[in-house]
C-alpha cells in the first residue's frame, strides 16, 4: 500500500457546529467552500444540499494555497502543485451506470491480484456511489515538483500560476524545467536562499498580475521573523516596490477587491480593509481566532479562522492574550454592513485553517485524488484522429 495511503486512512476526529442560515446560504448562492488545512493535511469542501452542511475530506501532504472555480481547482502542497478539472463527460457517465461494471474494460487494466482484488472492487464501488452524489468532478490533470519551497497564496494570472515561495522570499511562476521561476523579490531581500528571510506569504493579484504582498518584516537574514519582535509586518505593492503598511502582526491573504485591498492582520484577529486611492486603512472586523484565508462572491467576504497555537514565534500573540478561546472555521461577513452574516466552526484534528477558496456553480464537488482505486478507470479525453 502506498505511504499516502496509509496516512489517509488513519482515524480522523471532526466535528462542526454552523448557523442555520449557512446550508441555505450556500444553496442560494450555488457555490461550495474548499478549504486547506495543512495542520490535518486535508483539503476539504464546505458542500450542501440547502438543509444541513456536508464537510467532505481529501488527504493531501500539508495543503496551502487554493484557488478554484467551477472548471478548475488547484492546490499547493508540500512539495507540489497539483491542477485538477472538472470532467462533464466522466461525471455524466458516472451517473448514467457506465462505471458500476468493469465487463467492457481490459483485463489489463482490471485488478486482478486476488489478495486484493476484493478490497480493491469495494473501495472503487464506495467511491463512485460517492461520485454520484456530486454536481462537479475534479479530475488530476497535472502535478509539477518544486520541492518543499512552502508555497502560500497561489492564484492564476495572465502568464500562468502565481505562487508565493516562502522558502525563497519570493513571487515565482513554475515551469516543468525547474523547480520554480523567481519572478520578484521584496527590495530588502538581497539574494534568493532558502533562509525564509521575511516569511513572505500573501499575494494580491490585480488585473492578472501580482499587485500586493505580506511579510512579517523587512529583514534579510535566515528565518529572521522567528525572534524578532511582533508588529513588523508589511504590505508592499509589488510594481513601486513601496512599503504601504507597516507595523503588522503576522499579516497573511490580502486580496484586491472592488478596488480595495483586505487583508488579515493575523496576530490581532482583525481584518483590514486599505484604499490604494486614498492610502487609508480601516479594521473591517475583528474575529474571535486568527484569521487567514479569504474569498469573496458579491458583497460577501469569506474568511478563515485559526486557534491561536503555540508559535514558531517566541512572542505572545495579541490575539491569544484578548481571548480565553479561539475559534477555527470560516465567517462569512457582509462588505456593506461589515456584520457577521453566517459561520461554521470546527472541531476535533482541524483546527489550523490556511486558505479558503469559493468554488462557483457547484454546491456539491467532489474531486478524484491519485491515491484513490477509481482513478485508474476515469478517462478524459478528446479526439484529433486525422
Known amino acids: 500500500m502506498e505511504p499516502q495511503q496509509q496516512v489517509a486512512q488513519k482515524s480522523f476526529d471532526f466535528s462542526s457546529e454552523y448557523s442555520s442560515n449557512l446550508p441555505s446560504l450556500l444553496k442560494a448562492l450555488n457555490i461550495s467552500i474548499a478549504v486547506t488545512s495543512y495542520q ?45 478539472r472538472h470532467s462533464e463527460v466522466v461525471l455524466n457517465n458516472i451517473k448514467n451506470g457506465q462505471m458500476d461494471s468493469e465487463a467492457k474494460l481490459s483485463r489489463k487494466i482490471k485488478e486482478d491480484r486476488q489478495h486484493i482484488g476484493e478490497l480493491f472492487r469495494t473501495r472503487k464501488e464506495k467511491e463512485i456511489q460517492a461520485f454520484k452524489q456530486a454536481d462537479a468532478l475534479y479530475l488530476p490533470r497535472a502535478a509539477l515538483s518544486t520541492g518543499m ?58 488585473d492578472g498580475y501580482p499587485k500586493y504582498v505580506t511579510t512579517f518584516n523587512q529583514c534579510d537574514n535566515l528565518d529572521s521573523w522567528v525572534d524578532r519582535p511582533l508588529g513588523e509586518g508589511t504590505l508592499i505593492d509589488v510594481d513601486t516596490d513601496e512599503i504601504l503598511l ?16 483586505y487583508l488579515c492582520d493575523s496576530g490581532t484577529g482583525r481584518v483590514l480593509e486599505y484604499d490604494p486611492a486614498t492610502k487609508t486603512t480601516q479594521t473591517l472586523i475583528t474575529l474571535p481566532g486568527f484569521p487567514r484565508g479569504m474569498n469573496f462572491i458579491g ?47 470546527f472541531s476535533g484534528d482541524v483546527s489550523q485553517i490556511y486558505d479558503i477558496a469559493v468554488v462557483r456553480d457547484a454546491v456539491t464537488p467532489d474531486l478524484a485524488a491519485n491515491n484513490m482505486v477509481s482513478i485508474r478507470h476515469l478517462f478524459d479525453y478528446t479526439e484529433e484522429l486525422a
Request: net charge neutral; hydrophobic share 40%.
Open 299 to 345: 458583497n460577501l467576504m469569506f474568511v478563515g479562522l485559526s486557534k491561536v497555537r503555540k508559535s514558531d514565534i517566541g512572542a505572545t500573540v495579541p490575539i491569544a492574550e484578548a481571548l480565553e478561546e479561539s475559534q477555527c472555521g470560516v465567517w462569512v461577513i457582509d462588505l456593506d454592513s461589515q456584520g457577521i452574516v453566517g459561520n461554521i466552526v
Open 246 to 261: 507597516k507595523d503588522l502582526i503576522m499579516p497573511h491573504s490580502p486580496r484586491y477587491y472592488r478596488e480595495r485591498v
Open 40 to 84: 490535518a493535511d486535508r483539503l476539504f469542501f464546505l458542500r450542501t444540499d440547502g438543509v444541513k452542511i456536508n464537510t467532505h475530506f481529501k488527504y493531501f501532504p500539508r495543503p496551502m494555497g487554493v484557488c478554484a472555480d467551477a472548471g478548475r481547482l488547484t492546490l499547493g502542497t508540500l512539495t507540489q502543485v497539483l491542477d485538477f
Open 149 to 206: 519551497i512552502n508555497i502560500h497564496d497561489i492564484a492564476w494570472g495572465n502568464e500562468g500560476l502565481w505562487v508565493v515561495n516562502s522558502t525563497f522570499s519570493c513571487l515565482s511562476t513554475l515551469s516543468p524545467d525547474y523547480s520554480f521561476v523567481a519572478r520578484w523579490k521584496p527590495p530588502f531581500i538581497s539574494e534568493l536562499v532558502p533562509e525564509d528571510r521575511c516569511h513572505l506569504n500573501g499575494m494580491a493579484l490585480k
